[in-house]
């Protein structure tokens, strides 16, 4: 059971600003979704938390502790992220032993059985894994590390959909069972809308959204008709996007829908968490 | 107006309405126990607190009962209360989209009758 506070964090690269003063709060035992395109921020983000780069300012805290070169702080963190964690000629075997060592809650047993349940063999040389199977070796890690917060940097990177749909059986199935704050980065929203309960977006290096998926998604809607009718409908709203197709017009529309209010012609569908991120970070 | 959300229910929605079918149709019969919270969410892919927001309303509902340490079974008189709420939302959800469509295709009142009525007897 674990929080994170990202505090008015700042990163600075050179010229870059990659992180402009966010302030996200992460509660326990939640699975987020960090979402935001290319470049956004969601890798810079996740490597502060890990201490593996320093802020130019603000700080992270871990259930109040600051991660800076605190050892206590960033043991209960494991991130599975792009960066390999091993020497290339351990053996997967080996690897899961020294993960024992890192991480003394690391629960051996059931990485053996993933490793078992995802066709990965132990005695198999870290070099000689695919991408799709690189992934799954650093998800079995993640999962059995026993950590009271994981953070998944792009998880299903080269995963095919059998691998994909057992790892998110497994991760809610891990987390049923040992309830902990899990951060999923990830470009696959639709696959991850119905798994994670609240959703942050960065865009441009900014916090632009957090909220739990249903109060977003009841937050939104589109509705489409003739382009003319739609732009009547649209003045007084809170458009985040169009679509047009000819004289055929589409709005995305944040606010709660007035029912009495839409015209007869007109009509209104739901957004999905996709559209929504869409909308809300074009540029 | 038109609002089309049924594709789109919320996931805890559509939870609850798969638990009715289920009743419905005999697979989950009146005393018998249904799968777990955590098997449900494991199964269909979504967040076991958008899961249990599903189970609840049909607990609130009396259509499942929880018995502790054990798990979640079914209501005497579930099939029964679920039909009884299903016939209330019939209208909104089946007649007026039929009316709707209807309208735009022009067909009368005769010939929808009559329509219902072919359908009756095939």
Known sequence: MSTIQVKNITMQFKEVIALNDVTITFDENKIYGLLGRNGAGKSTLLNLMTNKIFPTSGEILVDGENVLENDNALGKIFCMCDKDLYPKEYSVKKAIKWSKEFYPDFDTEYAYKLCEKFQLSPKKKLKGLSTGYNSIFKIILALAANTPIVLFDEPVLGLDANHRDMFYKELINNYSENPRTIIISTHLIEEVSDVIEDVVIIKDGKKIVQDSVENILSRGYSISGSAQKIDEFIKDKEVIGVDTLGAFKTAHIMGSIDKSGIPDDLEVTKLDLQKLFIQLTNA | ?122
């Open chain 2, 1 to 122: 107006m038109n609002i089309n959300f049924e594709t789109e229910r919320p996931i805890y929605l559509e939870l609850s309405d798969w638990i009715e079918d289920n009743i419905l149709s005999q697979v989950f019969l009146e005393e018998m126990q249904i799968p777990s919270t955590t098997e449900l969410s494991v199964n269909f892919k979504i967040n076991p607190a958008t899961a249990l927001k599903g189970i609840n309303i049909l607990v609130d509902q009396g259509i499942i009962y929880k018995k502790r340490g054990v798990g979640m079974f079914v209501s005497e008189g579930a099939v029964q209360k679920i039909r009884g709420k299903r016939k209330e939302e019939f209208c909104e959800a089946y007649i007026n989209s039929l009316l709707n469509e209807a309208k735009k295709l022009n067909i009368s009142k005769a010939e929808i009758i009559e329509m219902i009525q072919r359908g009756f007897d095939k």
